[in-house]
């Protein structure tokens, strides 16, 4: 089991940028891909990013490709979520998880953090 927590969340305009940060203790976080979703009030929760082990393979979802990236730090047990142009629509709680398959479906992430919020005004 690792243990996650989220932050970086917050308001931003359209058009803005936002850095979340996901940092894991307890086992080997290199074990694990690492995932990105959200969800919007009223919405299930959605894929948004995922990342390979070592780093070197990113998937995203086709509504933030060009725009999100994710990345991480292994050596601070650190998985971030750079997000450029923003829009009102990327407005949700965005979770990350972290699997030992990469997929990109939610149930196959058995750790979850608490979720932080992105708020995009127009």
């Known amino acids: 089991q690792v243990q996650l927590v989220e932050s970086g969340g917050g308001l931003v305009q359209a058009g803005g940028s936002l850095r979340l940060s996901c940092a894991a203790s307890?086992?080997?976080?290199?074990?694990?891909?690492m995932g990105w979703f959200r969800q919007a009030p009223g919405k299930e929760r959605e894929f948004v990013a995922r990342i390979s082990p070592s780093g070197g393979a990113t998937f995203y979802a086709a509504s933030v490709k060009g725009r999100f990236a994710i990345s991480r730090d292994n050596a601070k047990n650190t998985v971030y979520l750079q997000m450029n142009s923003l829009k009102p629509e990327d407005t949700a709680i965005y979770y990350c998880?972290?699997?030992?398959?990469?997929?990109?479906?939610?149930?196959?992430?058995?750790?979850w953090g608490q979720g932080t919020h992105v708020t995009v005004s127009s």
């Open positions: 307890g086992r080997s976080f290199t074990d694990y891909f």
């Open positions: 998880a972290a699997s030992r398959i990469g997929v990109s479906a939610a149930s196959s992430y058995k750790d």
